[in-house]
């Protein structure tokens, strides 16, 4: 059973840091594109970036671009969100996501449950 | 940057059909993903490549895609299909994945 679990939520300052985690289980992790999509409260899904397999290809919306660094470590089945320089419009649950084909038609066929970041003073 | 829009709502009496329209700009060449989202919940992926169902999800959902508009159909309704749904493709002009606005379906 394919299994998504993200960690490293929480509340932190404008400005600040903060490093998200997703556990993967129950497939080939380093066979598979990785995105993080958010979900701002109450409104719609926002893809936020995307990680080739073997990490050497990257993308970004706009919005996060030179703040938010993806990476993986398929030794450890694991991928990861840098966020640096948070803003409060980054308040979001964030999703980990498996990501077939990654570039050009791709689709994410599974999800983790979310993790729950908060950017306030 | 490429925009797909979808009506905010739409709603179904049960065992009727819904219809979930996802607009963009000669979209029907592309490849469209529809995922479901039930409050407090992750979305879940219910057609992938325009029309094609993953194992689990059933025949009642189905998929189109030609021209401007791709759609979601949902064959006799149920109570359980309350949720909202979100169109997805991929934008090659800018290297980005790109959701709809998503549509909230009532069943009445």
């Known amino acids: 059973e394919v299994q998504l679990v993200e960690s490293g939520g929480g509340l932190v300052q404008p400005g600040g840091s903060l490093r998200l985690s997703c556990a993967a289980s129950?497939?080939?992790?380093?066979?598979?594109?990785m995105s993080w999509v958010r979900q701002a409260p109450g409104k719609g899904l926002e893809w936020v970036a995307n990680?080739?397999?073997?990490?050497?290809?990257?993308y970004y919306v706009d919005s996060v671009k030179g703040r938010f660094t993806i990476s993986r470590d398929n030794a450890k089945n694991s991928l990861y969100l840098q966020m640096n320089s948070l803003r409060a419009e980054d308040t979001a649950v964030y999703y980990c996501?498996?990501?077939?084909?990654?570039?050009?038609?791709?689709?994410?066929?599974?999800w983790g449950q979310g993790t729950l970041v908060t950017v306030s003073s | 940057s490429y925009v797909l829009t979808q009506p905010p709502s739409v709603s179904v009496a049960p065992g009727k059909t819904a219809r979930i329209t996802c607009g963009g700009n000669?979209?029907?060449?592309?490849?469209v993903h529809w995922y479901q989202q039930k409050p407090g919940q992750a979305p879940v992926l219910v057609i992938y490549?325009?029309?094609d169902r993953p194992s689990g999800i059933p025949e009642r959902f189905s998929g189109s895609n030609s021209g401007n508009t791709a759609t979601l159909t949902i064959s006799r309704v149920e109570a359980g299909d309350e949720a909202d749904y979100y169109c997805?493709?991929?934008?090659?002009?800018?290297?980005?994945?790109?959701f709809g606005t998503g549509t909230k379906v009532t069943v009445l």
């Open positions: 996501a498996r990501d077939v084909g990654g570039y050009s038609s791709g689709w994410l066929d599974y």
């Open positions: 129950g497939f080939t992790f380093s066979s598979y594109w």
């Open positions: 990680i080739k397999q073997d990490g050497s290809e990257k």
């Open positions: 000669n979209i029907g060449s592309k490849s």
């Open positions: 490549y325009d029309s």
């Open positions: 997805q493709v991929w934008d090659s002009s800018s290297d980005r994945y790109v």
